[in-house]
């Protein structure tokens, strides 16, 4: 059906193609974030930030819908889950209460007023413009930017707890690395422990393409037996030997979700489920400075 | 109409159907989750061209859109690219040595192109070096990724071949097949 030449033209263009993707992905996966490839890309976003951001506003209707049918499905579930986790909370409440008024009187004591906690920081919401098209939750694209305060490293949040950091960021956008990104690693401590029975750990993707499983690991003591489900994962603000710390200290992460000691033994590891709402995040707030 | 100038509008509608095919994915289907999946719209438009057009518009379909998806996610240049046209270029062939005509066909096509788009990625992601088990809610998400994408391929393809229908060249097949389905006579009926 087709001659020789023909044939011969299209390999050859089918080569050169291929080609062309391999030299990209490779100069692009070689290259630093100030490469030439992602200032292409960075110069690209500064463009279409403020149309993306008008589209995701105007599409939010048919996004919610979307969402509302698809919620309505665990709604039931959700709810059961929900009514017992506010009995217990009531019933945690009342002992965090008398911990607070503790914990208030000891701070006075001890001049702590002045440490860096997320209720202190200065803070800037945005909105989360893209998110991964892939099932592998890795990363988003918020609209703001270095125009209203946001660099490299810092923290994100949503209403519930940690998101990820900052990796990239234009005048009018920012790539955030979730937590559940491969490459994420957060330093982490078990709130409530302190002292000699501190434990801390390295918070990184479970099972990739799960939003809802985080992994404590290298656990620090390494048999830490006292760890338990239910217990709050927050950001320890300590630089560890793998990752460095971006993030303040005392952010919530998650809540232990599985101990399994054969895990804690072998690999040193629990399971965690992240407090954000990574599957639907529509804002976020940047953690730009703590407070001094 | 000439030859070249039929080649430059198919070009040209090409080229804003990629430009329209990413925008949408990425600024609307993306965020949409049907029954916990999300579909993707990048392979399906390759597809429906290599169903229309062929295996060199497919594969140059494929690399453009790859390339753009990439630019406006900020991921790693290159990857989705090298997917998309290896996908492009599969169905191309396909239409060259098969042409498959079937009303399911493209739900199978579709299907099968969302499946080396997932897959595919998801291999380059473990090269480039995810260093995570692979999980079944992973495989899980995929599945329903590529079987959504498959029924989403019929629609998809029926609106690419109304856009892009003006200015395809004739396919000398098609119009062979046309002339029995559309009343004109057989060469037994003929004799």
Redesign the interface.
């Known amino acids: ?1 087709y001659d020789r030449k023909t044939v011969r033209r ?1 390999r050859a ?2 080569g050169l ?2 080609a ?10 070689g290259e630093g974030t100030g490469g030439a ?1 992602h200032a ?3 110069g ?2 500064n463009v ?1 930030s403020p149309v ?1 951001s008008v ?2 506003g105007a ?1 939010k209707p ?2 919610d819908l ?2 509302w ?2 919620d309505t ?1 665990s709604a039931k579930k959700d709810n059961k889950a929900l009514r017992s986790e506010v009995r217990e909370l009531r019933a945690q409440n009342a002992d965090l209460q008398d911990a607070a008024a503790d914990g208030r009187a000891l701070r006075k004591l001890f001049d702590l007023d002045g440490d860096i906690g997320i209720d202190g920081a200065s803070q800037v919401t945005a909105r989360v ?8 939750y890795s ?1 988003i ?1 918020i609209d703001k930017g270095t125009a209203d305060g946001v660099r490299d490293d810092q923290a994100v949040v949503d209403g519930d707890g940690l998101v990820g950091s900052v990796v ?1 960021v234009g005048s009018n956008w920012a ?1 955030v690395q979730l937590i559940t990104d ?2 994420s690693g957060v330093t982490a401590r078990v709130a409530g422990t302190g002292g000699a029975n501190l434990i801390t750990g390295t918070v990184s ?6 939003p809802k ?1 985080l992994l404590l690991g290298f656990l620090v003591p390494r048999l830490a037996r006292s760890i338990a489900v239910g217990d709050v994962v927050e950001t320890s603000g300590i630089a560890s030997s793998r990752f460095s710390s971006k993030f303040p200290r005392g952010i919530p992460i998650g809540r232990v979700s599985k101990v399994n000691e054969n895990e804690i033994d072998t690999s040193q590891q629990v399971h965690v489920t992240p407090f954000a709402s990574l ?2 995040l529509d804002y976020v707030q940047v953690i730009t400075a703590p407070q001094a | 109409m000439s030859a070249a100038n039929l080649n430059l509008r198919l070009l040209l509608r090409l080229a804003i159907l990629a430009v329209v095919a990413v ?1 949408l ?4 289907i ?7 999946a ?1 579909a ?1 719209l ?1 392979p399906l438009v390759v597809m429906a061209v290599g169903l229309l057009c062929g ?2 518009p497919a ?2 379909m494929g ?1 453009a859109i ?2 753009m ?11 989705t ?2 997917v998309l ?2 996908a492009g ?1 599969w169905v191309g062939r396909l239409r ?1 040595l098969r042409d498959p005509q079937s009303p399911l066909a493209p739900l199978a096509i579709g299907a099968a192109v969302a499946a080396i788009s ?1 897959i595919g ?1 998801g291999v380059g ?1 473990f090269l ?11 495989v899980g ?2 599945l329903s ?1 590529i079987i959504l994408d498959g029924l989403l391929a019929v629609p998809v393809l029926a609106l690419v071949r109304r856009w892009l229908a003006p200015v395809l060249p004739d396919d000398p097949r098609r119009r062979r097949r046309r002339a029995y389905t559309t009343g004109g006579l057989s060469p037994l009926q003929k004799a």
């Open positions: 059906m299209r263009v089918l193609l291929v062309c993707s391999l030299i990209l992905l490779t100069a692009s996966f490839l292409v890309q960075r690209v976003a279409l993306e589209a995701t599409l048919f996004r979307f969402g049918v698809g499905f413009v893209f998110q991964s098209a892939t099932v592998w990363t694209k990239d790539k491969a490459q993707v479970g099972s990739p393409g799960n499983d599957r639907n | 925008f994915q990425v600024a609307a993306a965020q949409l989750r049907i029954l916990g999300t993707d990048s295996t060199l594969a140059s690399f790859g390339i998806v990439d630019v406006a996610l900020l991921q790693t240049m290159g990857l690219s090298l046209l290896i270029w060259e997932t990625y992601q480039l070096g995810v260093e995570s088990p692979l999980s079944w809610l992973l998400q995929t990724t």
